[in-house]
């Protein structure tokens, strides 16, 4: 029996030939992600204990986001405390305000995710590098103060879940909607504990940051972690992007690797997906939910915050003006800098929206477009559970950046086929 | 005994447990006042030391923040039995020293409000209310071993240079 793309980096990681789903392994890590939220709480933890160490600084990477810029006083004491400790211990990639961004959006855009690795970090979405054909999961505060000062931990081998994705996406119909579609037809735990391997020929008209929009909400499903295999559309991403060590081993599932399930999508049906409150696994095609008036919109996060889902928007909103509050919010400064620079603020400004500093901001209900009771959130993030953005009386709907434009023009939830 | 907290419900999700709005904290007394807030107001206020809260599939599910289990350990909950734990919350529990149980029968067989005894060494639930005793596996050894030493980082100390 051969071995998933999974079991070999886990393999690797651990030092052995072969594993097999089930087995208990110390894997040695290669990157760690810190944030604002969970990494404080992490190095106190490690000065109590004694044991105030980093196993490599040059392989902790670290930005402040959910909170940033501080929102308020308390956020403002985390992000000091996260960056004394950066500091102190010469974190070789750590990104203050002006660098920081959207931890998910930053990693890759600054060239810290390379195939064949194992990375982990002090959040949930962090399944979104497995794109890249790496072992990528989401940890807690104590898991990630043990790796900060071993880089070791444990991991139980998943079993894997393949997702065969067939088909041209039609004209409308974005990476966003294949993984609601995905979510809603496995649920939030239909993945529980295992990896999710996406493979399939709609992979290849897709660009590393579409991929990574739905590696990303692998954790939606309960998957451990989110992969995809290797191609030249990765290659080319990483010779763009990979700056400091450039080397990486590419791996690939046997042909004989055993699945414990394998789900097939044929994504030239699908339709424009939105998820109702308050599980990701509410989607319906965007027909079922059409006309239901909204109060915001709001395009962003680690899920649709990269420049590509902000050109949608602005294709959709260009010359148009929206009729509720809308944001905008780049997920890194370079994002940012490349919306400004290709005319799309003027874009976005002309249509009445805001734009936001890089920030997770509203999508985690910190700041930065919090809803009242009552509202509706038409929103590209990744979860609606009760309360997620704002009062627990909110509701909020998850869509595609071109769903959450077009829906941003009418006041009422939309099909962006419309605009198109 | 302690008294359970039913809450005959799936996918009870981190933001449930402890809303984002208070993350800018990680205090666990502090965080352990909005235990269950958006859920169940009432929570707080009815729970003594050593309740235990009892919950269907994939308790915990969402994000990744410890919070939601400081929150738990903060209102001195006993231990959450659920017919199923989403990954992370699961796996932060163990390195935080908390023993969670997993049970497919516990919902089915407790009401809200019942004196429940558990004998963790012998994977057994006994509902003194109903005088029912259900049976569930206890964690992995190494599970164990890890809360016995304290959590992870305990765990770690006694192996490391």
């Known amino acids: 029996m051969g071995m998933t793309i999974t079991e070999k980096i886990l393999a690797r990681s651990a030092g052995k030939d072969k594993v097999t789903a089930g087995d208990l392994i110390d894997a040695n890590i290669d990157i760690v992600m810190c944030h604002d939220v969970t990494t404080p709480a992490a190095i106190s933890m490690l000065q109590e204990k004694g044991i105030d160490r980093v196993f490599d600084a040059e392989k902790i990477v670290v930005t402040p986001d959910h909170f940033q810029p501080a929102k308020d006083i308390k956020s403002a004491e985390l992000h ?121 020929d709609t992979l290849k008209d897709m660009t590393m940051e579409a991929r990574m929009t739905i590696t990303n909400m692998a954790i939606e499903a309960g998957g451990k972690n989110g992969i995809m295999p290797f191609d030249e559309i990765t290659k080319a991403y990483l010779d763009e992007h990979l700056t400091n060590k450039k080397e990486y081993t590419v791996f690939e599932s046997d042909a004989d690797a055993e699945y414990c399930q394998i789900e097939e ?156 | 005994m302690a008294r359970a907290h039913v809450y005959k419900r799936d996918h009870i999700n981190t933001d449930e447990i402890i809303p984002a709005r208070y993350l800018n904290t990680d205090d666990e007394a502090e965080l352990a006042t909005h235990c269950l807030e958006d859920l169940d107001a009432d929570f707080i206020k009815n729970t003594k030391p050593g309740d235990i809260m009892v919950a269907g599939d994939d308790f915990g599910c969402g994000s990744s923040r410890e919070h939601a289990v400081w929150a738990i350990r903060g209102a001195k909950v006993g231990t959450v039995i659920a017919k199923t734990f989403a990954r992370i919350f699961y796996r932060n529990a163990i390195d935080c020293g908390f023993y969670l149980i997993e049970s497919a029968d516990a919902l089915d067989n407790i009401n809200d409000g019942d004196n429940i005894e558990i004998d963790y060494d012998n994977g057994v639930i006994k509902n003194i209310t109903s005088g029912k005793d259900i049976t569930f596996n206890p964690l992995p050894d190494f599970a164990v071993e890890i809360i016995k030493d304290g959590g992870l980082l305990e765990h770690i100390k006694k192996t490391m240079k």
């Not at chain 1, 990693?107 to 794109?131: N, W």
């Not at chain 1, 696994?281 to 395009?299: C, T």
């Not at chain 1, 003006?321 to 490349?338: D, E, N, Q």
């Open chain 1, 80 to 200: 000091k405390r996260l960056d004394t400790w950066a500091k102190k211990k010469n974190i070789k990639y750590y990104y203050p305000i002006g660098k920081a961004g959207v931890c998910h959006a930053l990693l890759p855009e600054q060239g810290h995710i390379r195939p064949g690795e194992v990375i982990v970090g002090g959040d949930s979405h962090t399944c979104t590098y497995g794109a890249f054909g790496a072992f990528s999961s989401g940890i807690g505060s104590t898991d990630l103060a043990a790796v900060i000062a071993t880089g070791q931990l444990w991991f139980k081998v998943p079993q894997s879940i393949k997702f065969v994705l067939k088909g041209s996406l039609p004209k409308g119909v974005y990476s966003k909607d294949i993984i609601l579609a995905v979510i809603a037809r496995i649920g939030t735990d239909g993945a529980l504990y295992k990896a999710m391997e996406f493979v399939g």
């Open chain 1, 265 to 420: 999508f044929d994504c030239s049906k699908l339709e424009p997906m939105v998820a109702k409150p308050h599980l990701p696994s509410g989607g319906v095609a965007v027909g079922e939910v059409e006309g239901m008036a909204m109060d915001q919109s709001y395009i962003g996060s680690c899920t649709n915050g990269r420049i590509e889902d902000l050109r949608i928007a602005a294709e959709i909103l260009k010359g148009k003006t929206v009729k509720i509050r809308t944001l905008i919010v780049p997920a890194t400064p370079v994002i940012w800098k490349m919306a400004k620079d290709e005319g799309l603020f003027d874009i976005f400004y002309d249509a009445g929206c805001v734009i936001a500093a890089p920030t997770c901001g509203a999508c985690l209900g910190g700041f930065m477009g919090i809803l009242a009771s009552g509202e509706k959130c038409i929103s590209t993030t990744n979860r609606n559970f009760v309360g997620r953005m704002g009062s627990p009386e909110s509701e909020v709907y998850l869509a595609s950046p071109a769903t959450a434009a077009a829906s941003a023009i009418e006041g009422k939830i939309t099909d962006p086929r419309k605009y198109m």
